[in-house]
């Protein structure tokens, strides 16, 4: 008997925890323009952790073109200027040409 409502009780909890998933749904991040201009200001600031920048520029932004494209120039910027370890993420030029995308950021519309 205690085997039988073992196994309702394992059926019941595995059958809510199901509902509970689905209902829920798959949990997603989107990067938006808010959140793109933070970290750049970080990153202009020399206080963007190695971990935050690698974050960005390794997830693709598909839902916006602009952001994606201000993604993509980072990676560039990454590719020629990168300095990690020195407790700075880029070199000055990398630095600049950080802030000279904020700029062009922060001068857009939503």
Request: hydrophobic residues 45%; charged residues 25%; aromatic residues 10%.
């Amino acid at each position: 008997m205690t085997f039988f409502l073992t196994l309702l009780m394992t059926f019941l909890f595995v059958l809510v925890a199901i509902l509970v998933f689905v209902r829920i749904g798959t949990p997603f991040y989107q990067l938006q323009k808010h959140n793109v201009e933070a970290l750049l200001r970080l990153v202009a600031s020399g206080e963007a952790s190695d971990n935050d920048w690698q974050v960005f520029l390794g997830v693709p932004i598909r839902h916006n073109e602009r952001l994606e494209d201000i993604r993509l120039q980072c990676c560039d910027i990454h590719e020629r200027e990168y300095i990690g370890g020195s407790g700075r993420l880029l070199t000055d030029k990398g630095m600049q040409e950080v802030r000279q995308l904020l700029q062009q950021l922060e001068g857009e519309e939503t």
